[in-house]
């Protein structure tokens, strides 16, 4: 199969998960291998790429190693396996992933057969993989890393933070769009806020989201929690409660009769993670946010940002963040999207190069 | 007339706290149940009137000073030990003050006691509820002078007035490590005597003991036990109680029934007890441990699984009723620990609360 075959066949299949993965097609993806690799075609065969003849050689054999339990990771893994012309072998959580299965399902054969779905990694996938992508805990990245032969390429995708920052607002407009991405997905990704910090009058933007959550809640309900997620949940609610007793600077707001939703106002700027399933905190913004966001910085993914101005986003950029987009857009990165700071199908393949037609002599 | 007013308050303050500790040590001394009910609601009404931030987190739930019963007091979750001194008598009457760990990142909660009266007369009495025989005690924690804000120290320490001929060998280096050769030393003399000894000690200890022994088993006169308690948090490692088991006889040669393991907390001034494997933790009869869900705080049925409340009279000087995180079994009136998250479904790739501060700190 061609480059271009395997767009499309991948295409076809992201139709009916446009609600995961966000849209697709078949010049989208070429257009992904351009940019990385320089020439939509240089997977097939020597293309000239820079003033030389080269092709992209893909890993053999792919192991993707998946320890969440949302189908984001898996997903767009696999899809940049199956681009790059890879066998994969894919290690789900140990309760399966149907949302992944059912993809595999709608690809077409010749791309069905370059993959294998597993709950367990076989010794033997350990060994004969050219090529590791890890998704999970730093434990689980280190415990992997250290178990590739010096030959594999080894790609490891930490757990990751991400918050909102809204710098002007005065009619609280982004307050639905900040609904939405902390109620998509349960906030469960790594590109689910965990706080929005909040220049003007933070307090009563918190009022506004929490009617935005309750809205987020009726049309799309969260999922059932079980009873130690439930408890994360009572917890920080209650503790909220508890320090507003004593005096701290907080408020909140909860679904009523439920633990559908929580926001949590709190005065003091420090992020500090929230147990997510809708669980968000709302911040004021400080002047300097810096400091506010170091226990944040080493896991720090996506700010999304209101309004999305380019002075905004370098202000977010330069606090570390790897991803900056506009609030409400969270959960939509494009296929191009530089995960935790980097290309996602270059670091992959390897290169063969033709010193004949078509190099410049001006290269040498 | 204010400092007038404020001795006349804290006169009545300690007489209303000798009054209610002397009719829980009744309680405790005979260990006897039937008062429980009638103590809890003068404990719950005295800690609301001298218990500040308790008193107003119970007002914002709407809470009255005479609920239906100790079930409908407002439990406060071990957190709040972190962000108020949580006392029912002025800073400069605490005698003792005990620390948790603050492996969490959030910094450690504090205890605080103007007497230890109750808190060591639970230690004693819930070991003799346990039935356990009087052994030389080797001991696997620092002592109560190398860690004088440790509840876990404090109790080994009050548990000398249990140990044979009060015979205690501390096996803790200063710096925390285990004192291998002291210990094989101590273990040698009494296995040469044909004395039994207890062994008392964190999981983890045994855990890093067991491994320091490299495969070797070591050998104890028969009616040996062994105490082991708390789970793993903030080192990383995470073993079933069943493997835990597994080492103790492997290594020691003791039968699962010879280890006790206890459930106990810094917040807490009583343990509750299981010994064994597959039989439940018993709370003392001044205690009471219900398992809750989380969604609704009410009781859950038997064999359904929830957190853990506990009722503590002995907490007479902090907060009586405590909610805990840890998951566990209702089994009639007692409970099958499953301690934090156990089974606790990977999350998808945002790093929760918990993961991250365990991570920074």
């Known amino acids: ?364 | 007339m204010k400092d007038g007013r404020s001795v006349s308050v804290r006169s009545a303050q300690n007489s209303k706290f000798e009054e209610l500790e002397e009719r829980i040590s009744g309680v405790i001394a005979a260990a006897e149940p039937d008062s429980f009910d009638e103590l809890a609601l003068d404990v719950f009404r005295f800690q609301r009137e001298f218990n500040p931030p308790y008193d107003q987190y119970c007002r914002l739930l709407g809470v009255g000073e005479s609920p239906a019963g100790w079930r409908e007091m407002p439990a406060l979750f071990q957190a709040a030990f972190k962000h108020a001194s949580l006392r029912v008598f002025p800073e400069e009457e605490e005698i003792a003050a005990f620390r948790t760990s603050g492996t969490t990142g959030e910094g450690y909660g504090v205890h605080h006691f103007c007497s230890l009266r109750l808190y060591e007369e639970a230690i004693l009495r819930g070991w003799d509820l346990l039935g356990a025989p009087r052994l030389p005690q080797i001991i696997l924690v620092p002592s109560p002078s190398a860690a004088p804000h440790s509840s876990l120290s404090h109790m080994m320490g009050t548990l000398k007035a249990r140990a044979r001929g009060g015979t205690q060998h501390w096996c803790i280096n200063t710096d925390g490590t285990l004192e291998l050769d002291g210990l094989r030393g101590v273990l040698e003399e009494f296995r040469t005597a044909g004395q039994p000894v207890l062994l008392l000690g964190t999981a983890l200890a045994f855990l890093h003991w067991f491994e320091a022994l490299k495969g070797e088993s070591v050998a104890l006169s028969r009616g040996s036990l062994a105490f082991e308690t708390g789970g793993y948090k903030g080192s990383g490692r995470t073993l079933s109680k069943e493997a835990l088991y597994e080492m103790f006889h492997q290594r020691l040669g003791l039968a699962a029934h010879d280890v006790i393991n206890e459930y106990g907390m810094t917040e807490l001034s009583s343990q509750c007890y299981a010994r064994g494997l597959g039989l439940p933790h018993v709370a003392p009869p001044w205690m009471r441990a219900i398992v809750v869900n989380p969604a609704t705080g009410r009781e859950v049925a038997d064999g359904e699984t929830g957190v853990l409340r506990i009722y503590d009279l002995a907490n007479l000087g902090s907060v009586f009723a405590i909610q805990t995180r840890d998951l566990a079994i209702r089994r009639g009136g007692d409970f099958e620990l499953l301690g934090r998250d156990p089974g606790a479904l990977p999350r998808g790739c945002s790093r929760a609360a918990d993961e991250m501060l365990s991570a920074s700190s």
């Open chain 1, 1 to 364: 199969m061609t480059t271009a075959e395997r767009a499309q066949g991948i295409a076809e299949a992201c139709r009916d998960f446009e609600h995961l993965l966000g849209p697709a097609s078949a010049e989208g993806f070429l257009e992904w291998v351009r940019s990385e690799l320089g020439h939509a075609g240089v997977l097939d065969g020597f293309q000239a790429v820079g003033g030389q003849m080269l092709h992209a050689v893909a890993p053999g054999v792919i192991l993707h190693i998946v320890s969440g339990n949302t189908p984001h990771a898996a997903l767009q893994s696999l899809v940049r396996g199956l681009l790059l012309g890879s066998h994969n072998l894919c290690k789900l959580p140990g309760a399966g992933l149907p949302e992944v299965e059912a993809f595999v399902a709608a690809l077409p054969e010749a791309l069905r057969s370059r993959v294998e779905l597993s709950t367990s990694v076989p010794e033997t996938a350990l060994e004969s993989a050219d090529a590791i992508i890890v998704f999970g805990s730093d434990e689980t990245v280190a415990r992997f890393r250290a178990l590739a032969l010096p030959r594999q390429t080894f790609l490891g995708y930490g757990h990751r933070v991400s918050l909102g920052m809204v710098f002007e607002d005065p009619a609280f407009e982004s307050a639905p769009a900040a609904a939405l991405d902390a109620s998509l997905f349960d906030q469960q990704g790594c590109l689910s806020p965990h706080c929005i910090y909040v220049a003007d009058r933070p307090e009563e933007y918190a009022a506004r989201l929490a009617v935005e959550m309750e809205r987020v809640q009726a049309a799309n309900p969260r999922s059932k929690l079980g009873v130690s997620n439930a408890a994360a949940i009572s917890e920080i609610r209650e503790m909220t409660r508890f320090r507003m007793g004593i005096g701290d600077a907080l408020q909140l707001w909860e679904s009523a009769g439920s633990d559908a939703w929580t926001v949590i106002f709190d005065a003091e700027p420090r992020f500090s993670a929230s147990v997510l399933n809708r669980v968000i905190f709302v911040r004021p913004l400080p002047e300097d946010a810096v400091a506010a966001l170091e226990p944040a910085r080493r896991f720090l993914s996506t700010i999304a940002i209101w309004p999305n101005r380019r002075e905004f986003a370098e202000r977010a950029a330069a606090l570390g963040a790897s991803r900056v987009c506009a609030l409400g857009r969270m959960q939509e990165p494009p296929w191009t999207w530089r995960q935790d700071g980097r290309q996602t199908l270059a670091p992959l393949v390897s290169w063969r190069g033709w010193e004949g037609e078509g190099t410049s002599a001006d290269c040498l």
